[in-house]
Every structure is written in structure tokens, then in C-alpha cells.
């Protein structure tokens, strides 16, 4: 298992001062397509980890269309602020600390900064989630929902998110807390309610293409 490595004083500013430049993705009450586990469909089970069996296929009546490209799964849809995600509920995860990831690419359609694509993490009823992800002004920005609405928590950008066109977005609990890594380098450390519990996998937020390769879901 690859451990992030510490990110610097300088990055953590740089952080902190990108999270007061960012407009969020979406406005406060808006709900997600979907809610719950997808019926199973038949994909390769090393395509996306514990996912694979319940990744969405074609288009659905929520306007979002999925299907496999090569070793990458991706979800489109044309209509802003929508909210897609999937996760393998309980039976598709492992028990204890985990470590997350996932590489995404994000083809945003409308304004590049209202789409993106990464992380689901901490999944309750509510819905209540962390939503981890790059959006199309290649920024990584990490959200909190809540029966309120949506908190933009952290944003990164510039020569830390770098020029590829896929990144890497990675969880790893640590203790009740969570480290944030991006390409493998952990850029930020959070303790906050919901933390180390809940539902894992990945979402997708507003207009676009969302390429999603090699999720993982592990314990040490």
C-alpha cells in the first residue's frame, strides 16, 4: 500500500488561501440522482474494485448515461447540478481503517468549475457525505453535505494539482481522522464528524464526462 507524503507548510497555505477563491459546485438543498446501491451489472470485478458489480449501464431516468471504456468506467450527463454517485454498501467494503482511491478525468460541459468528479466518502442517511473531487478548472476541492446544503472545506489548485489530465484522488482514515492525498502526496488532514464511518465510492456533480479508473477500497 503506497502512504502519502507529508504535505508541506507551503502547500497547506497555498490551501487555505485557494478554499476563499473557489465558487462552490452547488447551491444548498440540492439532492443527489441517486441515493442508494445500483442493481449489479456485468463488468470485469478488477475494472473498479467492489464496485464493479453495481456500476449503472446505459441511461438511466435520471438523465445520467454510464458505460465501461476500455479499463475506465465513465457517467455522463447534460444537465447542471446534478448529483450522481455509486457505492457497494456494506457487503462491498472492508471492516477497518481504509484507504480510498481513485483516478478521475473531468470533460466538463457548461462552466468548467460547476462540474466534477472524485471521492465519496462517509455516506449516511441524510444524505450526509464528503465528497472529494476534481473539478474542470482542475481544482480539488473536498465538500461536505449535509441536510443543509453544501461546505466547501478545502481547495487546491495550480502547480499542485499539475498539468495531467488524470489525477489521482486518495482517503486514508487514520485514528477517527482522514488524510487527503492527490497523486499520491497527502495534502491535507481533517477530523470532523462523520469520519471514519459511512458508505464509500464515487460521485459525480454537474454537466460533463467523468472517467473513473482503478477504485480501490482497502484496509492495511
Same mark, same amino acid.
Given at each position: 500500500m503506497t502512504r502519502p507524503f507529508p504535505a508541506s507548510r507551503a502547500a497547506r497555505r497555498?490551501?487555505?488561501?485557494?478554499?476563499?477563491?473557489? #465558487?462552490?459546485?452547488?447551491?444548498?438543498? !440540492?439532492?443527489?440522482? !441517486?441515493?442508494? #446501491?445500483?442493481?449489479?451489472?456485468?463488468? &470485469?470485478?478488477?475494472l473498479m474494485g467492489p464496485l464493479a458489480p453495481f456500476l449503472p449501464m446505459g441511461t438511466g431516468a435520471d438523465g445520467w448515461a454510464g458505460r465501461l471504456d476500455g479499463n475506465a468506467y465513465v457517467l455522463e450527463n447534460g444537465k447542471a447540478g446534478a448529483v450522481k454517485y455509486v457505492y457497494a454498501g456494506k457487503a462491498g467494503g472492508p471492516s477497518g +481503517?481504509?484507504?480510498?482511491?481513485?483516478?478521475? %478525468?473531468? !470533460?466538463?460541459?457548461?462552466? +468548467?468549475?460547476?462540474?466534477?468528479?472524485?471521492?465519496?466518502?462517509?455516506?449516511?442517511p441524510g444524505p450526509s457525505y464528503y465528497a472529494f473531487v476534481l473539478n474542470g478548472e482542475r481544482q480539488v476541492v473536498l465538500f461536505r453535505r449535509s441536510?443543509?446544503?453544501?461546505?466547501?472545506?478545502?481547495?487546491?489548485?495550480? &502547480?499542485?494539482?499539475g498539468g495531467?489530465?488524470?489525477?489521482?484522488?486518495?482517503?486514508?482514515? %487514520? &485514528? /477517527?481522522? @482522514?488524510?487527503?492525498?492527490?497523486n499520491g502526496r497527502e495534502i491535507a488532514a481533517l477530523s470532523q464528524s462523520g469520519t471514519g464511518t459511512g458508505e464509500?465510492? @464515487? @460521485?459525480?456533480?454537474?454537466?460533463?464526462?467523468?472517467?473513473?479508473? /482503478?477504485?480501490?477500497? !482497502?484496509t492495511p
Open positions: 497555498l490551501a487555505l488561501a485557494l478554499l476563499l477563491l473557489v #465558487p462552490p459546485v452547488l447551491a444548498a438543498g !440540492q439532492a443527489p440522482a !441517486q441515493t442508494a #446501491p445500483a442493481a449489479p451489472a456485468a463488468s &470485469d470485478p478488477a +481503517p481504509r484507504t480510498l482511491s481513485v483516478a478521475v %478525468k473531468v !470533460q466538463a460541459a457548461g462552466a +468548467p468549475g460547476d462540474s466534477a468528479a472524485g471521492l465519496l466518502y462517509g455516506l449516511v441536510p443543509g446544503g453544501f461546505e466547501r472545506m478545502l481547495a487546491v489548485g495550480g &502547480d499542485m494539482v495531467a489530465d488524470t489525477v489521482t484522488l486518495g482517503i486514508t482514515e %487514520k &485514528d /477517527g481522522a @482522514i488524510a487527503l492525498s492527490l464509500a465510492g @464515487i @460521485i459525480a456533480l454537474g454537466a460533463g464526462a467523468f472517467r473513473f479508473a /482503478g477504485f480501490r477500497n !482497502q
